[in-house]
């Protein structure tokens, strides 16, 4: 297999109009903790079956192509499986991990089979493997994070 890279609040749902499908929504934030200028995060839920979901704040990071997560965050073992992968991340280090499909949520929005990688001390990033499935709208200026289902989208009913 070729090599990959992996470099909230919520709102009440919007009502729908009679017989259309709600949009789910999530809220995020600039967070100014690390870096020389805000970075857009989101609260997340991470799971892995019933009874094993953690949750943490995760940057939003388009061009990540998979979801990262800490070793450190999961207090439940995972398995080893899952498909080997090579993960390159921004600084050009590459890692050896596997891809697992946890259920990802932010806000009332819940996404199943989302690719994603967990490495020792990672920072938690969404990535592309998730942000693809929605709209996604990040205004700095306005402390504007916000993430939506989109009616019609590829696997989803109009």
Do not use: H, W
Request: with cysteine.
């Amino acid at each position: 297999m070729g090599e990959r890279r992996a470099g909230a609040e919520t709102t009440p749902t919007l009502q729908p109009c009679q017989g259309e499908a709600a949009v789910m929504e999530a809220r995020g934030f600039y967070s100014e903790d690390e870096g020389a200028t805000p970075a857009p995060m989101v609260r997340i839920g991470i799971g892995f079956g019933r009874g094993n979901v953690v949750g943490a704040s995760a940057l939003i990071d388009t061009g990540a192509d998979v979801c990262v997560f800490p070793a450190s965050l999961f207090r439940f073992r995972i398995g080893e499986k899952g498909e080997p992968i090579i993960v390159e991340m921004a600084d050009g280090t590459r890692v050896s991990s596997r891809i697992l499909y946890p259920s990802i949520t932010a806000g009332d929005i819940r996404e199943t089979g989302v690719a994603s990688v967990i490495l020792p001390d990672a920072v938690p990033i969404v990535g592309r493997s998730f942000l693809n499935r929605l709209e996604v709208r990040l205004t700095a200026a306005r402390d504007l994070v916000r993430l939506a289902t989109i009616r019609g989208a590829r696997g989803t009913e109009a």
